[in-house]
């Protein structure tokens, strides 16, 4: 089981990225797949989760209407696409699954990562001019 991230980079304040979760080892259909931030010395974050079987999704108030989760079963890989990037959101993003559809919520506007298992190794996204 793994998970790989891939896209990050350094882009200006106002850019966009599209950051993407490969996965090998199992079949994402039947999956939540969470999408995580976290700088040092910060906690992680969860920004965003999508269930793979039905396409739902759920957004931290923090990231809702910059960021879009999707994903491609048939490439195994969950996408989050990034719009208007500031510089508060310079921070290494991971992804992570979990087992069922209900561990993808969003409570108070944040998302737990307490049910996320099977962390790829981040890709970091830097936010500058």
């Known amino acids: 089981v793994r998970l790989v991230e891939s896209g990050g980079g350094l882009v200006q304040p106002g850019g966009s990225l599209r950051l993407s979760c490969a996965a090998s080892g199992f079949t994402l259909d039947g999956y939540t797949i969470g999408w995580f931030r976290q700088a040092p010395g910060k906690e992680r974050e969860g920004v965003s989760c999508?269930?793979?079987?039905?396409?739902?999704?759920r957004y931290a108030d923090s990231v809702k209407g910059r960021f879009t989760i999707s994903r491609d079963n048939v490439r195994n890989t969950v996408y989050l696409q990034i719009n208007n990037l500031k510089p508060e959101d310079t921070d290494v993003y991971y992804c992570?699954?979990?087992?069922?559809?209900?561990?993808?919520?969003?409570?108070?506007?944040?998302?737990?990562?307490?049910?996320?298992?099977?962390w790829g190794q981040g890709t970091q996204v830097t936010v500058s001019s």
């Open positions: 992570a699954r979990a087992p069922f559809r209900r561990h993808c919520t969003v409570v108070a506007g944040t998302m737990s990562s307490v049910y996320f298992g099977s």
């Open positions: 999508i269930y793979t079987s039905d396409g739902s999704t």
